[in-house]
Each structure stands twice: as C-alpha cells, then as structure tokens.
C-alpha cells in the first residue's frame, strides 16, 4: 500500500534554483530506484519561500529502503547541501484550515 509523504525543504541562503532543481530531480531517481508509485508529485511554495513536495512512496518497506539505497543517499546529500528539513507546523499556512500555496510546476 502507498505511502504519502508532505516534505518541506527551506532553501539555504542563495541554493534556491539549486533545490527546485533537486526537487524537480527527486521523485525520478526514486522511481528510477522503484521506491515511490506513478502518482505525479506536487510541488509548491509557501510565502516565505518554503518549497513543499508530496509525492507517494510504494510502501513503508520502500521508505525504509531508501536509507541504505546508494542513489538515495547521494541525492539526500545533495539536499542537505541546499536546504533545511522544516515541520509543517513551522510554515504559516498549515495553520489554517485551508492551506494555500503557489504551485510550481
């Protein structure tokens, strides 16, 4: 069964470009792995430039796979090179009922 995932990535100062570009990379390198579905993922961003991807993994044995998937593992290095991990609690429009953000294709 799927598993899906809201992962918010806030860019280091300047990495902007250098993370949509990750992100845009992302999903395909985990498919091209077979760890997340066909489901096209989302992508958007937060006013105070937050960028939010949801995308659906194949399941939680996928999840955990990619921890020691050597593909995986360069691209998350990648990630933390151009942005911080951020709890959905800490982006403002979570804290609505209706969540609104700009889409980015």
Known sequence: MGRTVIVIYRPK???NQELLQLVKDHVPILRSQKLVTDRT???MRAADGAIIEVFEWNSSD???SAHHNQAVQALWQKFSE??????????????G??????TID
């Open 97 to 102: 009922i209706f969540s609104e953000f700009e």
């Open 13 to 15: 100062a300047g990495k």
């Open 41 to 43: 993922p989302m992508v």
């Open 82 to 95: 151009v942005c911080d991990y951020e709890m959905a609690i800490n982006v403002k429009e979570f804290q």
């Open 62 to 64: 996928s999840i955990k």
